[in-house]
């Protein structure tokens, strides 16, 4: 399928004629999604606290779990939210080509174009079935960050039975280093698209409704 075919038949629209920004499939996995990767975040700065790889704790009000062992659990509890819904998310995607059709291509060019645009405050929101430049980066970056958290997690899970994964990433200390950074990566997307969210008020609507 051409790309001006690909783009002809997405957005699609529902039985009433109008357009679906949002199928129903990427509504409840963004969600769930939010909800589990917040758990994971603030559960996991909470174990990162009982034994810190770098100079600095978090501040326990932001901290999910109360002590180690309730934030392990927390952390491991939805670690399978996360696998499930992130697994039917990346097939859909897969399949329906979906990402292929919203995230790509990213050119060199649109992205200097959109980002001094952005910059200055001028980015067109008047159709949010297509995603700009900086987007599109955006979201294929934290979807990558996301699957890089997901494996080094489990390298440093079970370095013994995964130790082929975890010989992948070098070896356990180097894993939990980038078990930490690709949280980082996705903590400082999660600010910026909150605060995008909250700007364009309408993008944060068809996330619920789809239109
Ligand atoms: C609770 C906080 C969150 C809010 C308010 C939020 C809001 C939104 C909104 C409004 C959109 C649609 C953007 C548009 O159409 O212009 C979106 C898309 C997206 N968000 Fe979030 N989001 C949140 C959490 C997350 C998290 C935790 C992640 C991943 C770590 C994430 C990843 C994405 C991705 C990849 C897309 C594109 C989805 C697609 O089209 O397939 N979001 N989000």
Known sequence: MSLATSYAVDPKRDGAGRKVI???VVRVTHWVNAVA???MI???WQIYNASPIFPFRFPDALTLGGWLGGAIQWHFAAMWVLMGNGLLYLGYGVLSRRFYRKLWP???RGLIIDLSDALRGRLAHADLSKYNAVQKLLYGGVILAGILAVLSGLAIWKPVQLQVLTAVFG???????????????ITAFLLVHVAMALIVPASLLAMFRGR
């Open 106 to 108: 990213i050119t060199w």
């Open 42 to 44: 603030t559960s996991g």
């Open 37 to 39: 990767m917040i758990t």
């Open 22 to 24: 949002h199928p129903l």
């Open 171 to 185: 070896d356990f200390d180097t894993a939990r280093i980038v078990h930490f950074l690709s949280m980082s990566a």
